[in-house]
T-cell receptor
Framework: AQSVTQLDSQVPVFEEAPVELRCNYS??????LFWYVQYPNQGLQLLLK??????LVKSINGFEAEFNKSQTSFHLRKPSVHISDTAEYFC??????????FGKGTTLSVSS | ETGVTQSPTHLIKTRGQQVTLRCSSQ?????VSWYQQALGQGPQFIFQ???????GRGNFPPRFSGLQFPNYSSELNVNALELDDSALYLC????????????????FGPGTRLTVL
């Protein structure tokens, strides 16, 4: 069975500051890892994913995440955040099964 | 390309009633997964349908059931509603191949907000 732990429930930052949202997972099989973002009153949007290959994956809006197998982590980073990045961020893992297993989410609040 | 759509957007029911939620998958996708997201929590997997057959189920009781139609749209039915069923119900579509792959990315709809009074 897989599980996901998002280590911070809320992360407040100022605009243009760097941010890291932490995600650890546990699994007895090889996994695929995802970050989704959820804006208020909306569904989930895929931000980025790791399936294989390069352990550093990037999104089109400046986020990146690095798969670290030894530390079972998939932390999300952005060097400079914008007000529009304010949202709920979910880390998810998928092993050999059909389901995505989600963490409880991290609320990123960006203020000016 | 049409994304995943869900209807209705909001729904209010009373305890003991039955509800049907609907999902249209993204064009070309043959797999639909349903998730329940309680307030302040991450989504939890209910079940998945692939080519009209259930292809996996999470830890939800039998009163949660589903269907997938030949056009790959799907329904989630919940019988004997309980207060704890109040949540955002998310549908995700994926897959274009001849089998379900773990690498398939799931694309989510906007969800249906169900309130049980």
């Amino acid at each position: 069975a897989q599980s996901v732990t998002q280590l911070d429930s809320q992360v407040p930052v100022f605009e243009e500051a760097p941010v890291e949202l932490r995600c650890n997972y546990s699994s007895s099989v090889s996994v695929y890892l995802f970050w989704y973002v959820q804006y208020p009153n909306q569904g989930l949007q895929l931000l980025l994913k790791y399936l294989s290959g390069s352990t550093l994956v990037k999104s089109i809006n400046g986020f990146e995440a690095e798969f670290n197998k030894s530390q079972t982590s998939f932390h999300l980073r952005k060097p400079s955040v914008h007000i529009s990045d304010t949202a709920e961020y979910f880390c998810a893992v998928r092993g050999g099964g059909t389901a995505l297993i989600f963490g409880k989410g991290t609320t990123l609040s960006v203020s000016s | 390309e049409t994304g995943v759509t869900q209807s209705p957007t909001h729904l209010i029911k009373t305890r003991g009633q039955q509800v049907t939620l609907r999902c249209s998958s993204q064009s070309g996708h043959n797999t639909v997964s349903w998730y329940q997201q309680a307030l302040g929590q991450g989504p939890q997997f209910i079940f998945q349908y692939y080519r009209e057959e259930e292809n996996g189920r999470g830890n939800f009781p039998p009163r949660f059931s589903g269907l997938q139609f030949p056009n790959y749209s799907s329904e989630l039915n919940v019988n004997a509603l309980e207060l704890d069923d109040s949540a955002l119900y998310l549908c995700a579509s994926s897959g274009q191949g001849s089998s379900v792959a773990s690498t398939d990315t799931q694309y989510f709809g906007p969800g249906t907000r169900l309130t049980v009074l």
